[in-house]
């Protein structure tokens, strides 16, 4: 890199860390960069001919950027112009050309081109079972609604086709599903598969699981699940509320409340990783049109919440202490 540019020089030499420093030294210590490196670099277009692209490392840090930090291409484009810890985890420098929203775009279209999401995703649930952090005895299934935007405001003057509407509870949602298997350990996402928001979620149970677990648990939308998946394992579906409601007071019925209390308790832990997605990392609504790209966009956050939620124990087994704000 060339000679820092005053703002950079300025920045250098503050003195409060910020928490968004504070969460990108952490990201910097537990994301396996050069494996995800390796595994883009083949895809990544050379120097040749026309203008010398961009490094891949810098553009792989804008892009997990844009996706911690819910950044559209152009909002990131200037973000790495005005924000410097941006900049500094970017390997960029303001006396250098920056990425310009176009550059943004293509790199995002060339993972998903490769279907190189899933490819992270992979390499991540490597590293944390490496670790020691993944070990896949029993698996928790659960899946969310991502609202889609409902507007026909567009060239063909209708909504997503690929997206469909659902009723949940007394309310109507228009979107997509993603559904998800974790860890009942550790509460780490190890699958990840997408539907239009109409399909039930016992229909992907098959896909979610990973074929070595013992037992799984999921809620009462799953009942019927064992009927379909023919494995050896030791299911925990959750009953309908209102099926435990109509049993007669006594000792029967409190005993299976506490059965519930206890599958519940282990479900929970399915929950974390949307917490992470939709509140930590913005997913407030599908950002791209078509299940493709935003199957694509999902599954990346998905890979990035499990080194956020793992973040603790990869540092200590590194030895590194925790970075904190001033």
């Known amino acids: 890199m060339s000679q820092i540019s005053f703002a950079d020089a300025e920045y250098a030499g503050k003195r409060k860390k910020t928490r968004r420093e ?26 040749g001919r026309g203008r010398r692209p961009y490094a891949l490392e810098s553009m792989l840090r804008v892009h997990l950027m844009q996706n911690w930090f819910a950044l559209s291409d152009p909002a990131m484009e200037e973000a790495l112009y005005e924000i410097a810890s941006l900049r500094s985890f970017a390997r960029l420098s303001l006396n250098e050309p920056i990425p310009d929203e176009t550059t943004i775009l293509n790199f995002r279209h060339l993972l998903e081109a490769n279907d190189l999401a899933d490819d992270m995703l ?3 649930n490597a590293l944390l079972a490496r670790k020691g952090l993944l ?33 949940k509870g007394n309310q109507w949602f228009f979107g997509m599903k993603a559904h998800i298997a974790v860890d009942a350990d550790s509460g780490l996402v190890h699958t990840v598969t997408t539907t239009a928001a109409n399909e039930a979620d016992v229909e992907q149970v098959g896909d979610l699981l990973h074929g070595k677990e013992e037992q799984v648990w999921a809620d009462s939308g799953y009942r019927g699940a064992s009927s379909r998946v023919k494995r050896n394992v030791q299911w925990h579906i959750a009953a309908r509320p209102s099926d435990i409601a109509k ?9 299976v409340q506490k059965e519930e209390h206890r ?6 832990k399915v929950e974390h990783p949307f917490r992470v997605i939709k509140r930590q990392f913005g997913l407030v609504k599908a950002r791209f049109r078509g299940l493709a790209k935003n199957t694509a966009h999902v599954v990346t956050l998905f890979a990035l919440s499990n080194l956020w939620m793992a973040r ?15």
């Open 135 to 167: 070990l896949k005895r029993g698996s928790i299934v659960d899946a969310t609604i991502i609202a889609a935007p409902s507007s026909t405001k567009n060239a063909d003057g209708e909504r997503d086709p690929e997206m469909h509407q659902t009723k």
């Open 122 to 124: 992979k390499v991540v």
């Open 312 to 326: 603790k124990q990869l540092m200590a087994m590194t030895g590194v202490v925790r970075p904190k704000a001033a």
């Open 22 to 47: 504070v969460f990108l030294e952490e990201m910097e210590l537990v994301v396996p960069w050069k494996v995800l490196l390796k595994i883009i670099e083949p895809h990544y277009p050379v120097a």
């Open 263 to 268: 599958k519940a308790s282990v479900c929970a």
């Open 247 to 255: 049993l007669p007071q006594g000792r029967a019925k409190t005993k």
